[in-house]
């Protein structure tokens, strides 16, 4: 009995995403018989100590909560299983993956921006300006940098929560080959910076020649201008 051979993709999906959270690159990638490679630079966990707890508390106490990632949406959850908005409360996220994830938590109106970014986010006519009102942010330390000081700046006060960490870790030796072994274009998404410069500073010469080769679709103009600042020709 004759059996199929299976063909390779003849496209990749670079995908940068932390440690297990590659499903929804690679399914959307294979609908459109694209291969994925994974490329994680770090893993991510939940922040679950007393100082993480109480800034949650005080956060999730304000007129404004702002919900920076899915995987900050999914630390939320791992700490506060049951949840339900304030009256007047107004939730915000960066991007549609991480007000779906919401929604399923049981807030049921979540804003967010059309570019899913944090300019894209700053761009929003009801974060123009603040009266010294309370807003709660909820991330990872280090990350989305730009948000805090452009809300303070706005008459905002800052209730910040780090609610997740992301833990560096070394890349996939098999990635790296398939990587070097790939055939056809490559794609890279790219939401994060330093996940970029973190993966790139762990490549080999001859696997980071290669990634540059990819095509690189940036969810922001100073996105872009890094990719182009690292040596990426397409983006």
Sequence with gaps: ?????????GWYVISLRPSGDHEELRRISAQYGG????????SVRTQN????RRALSEALAAPHV??????AAR???????SLTARAGQRWYAVGAGTAAALRELGIDEVRWPQRMDSEGLLALAELQHFDDEAFGLLTAAGGRGVLAPALQARGARV????IYVREPGAL???EIARLLGAE???????????????VLAQLPGEAGARLRQAHVSAASARLAELARSLGFGEV
């Design 184 to 198: 056809g274009p490559l794609w890279l998404p790219l939401s994060s910076g330093e996940a970029l410069q973190r």
């Design 35 to 42: 291969g994925l490679i994974e490329l994680s630079p770090w």
């Design 49 to 52: 100590d007393s100082a993480s």
């Design 172 to 174: 996939s030796r098999f």
């Design 159 to 162: 209730l910040r929560a780090d």
């Design 75 to 81: 630390a939320l959850r791992d700490l506060q299983p």
């Design 1 to 9: 009995m004759s059996r199929e051979l299976r063909q390779p993709p």
């Design 66 to 71: 702002l919900v920076t990632s899915p995987a």
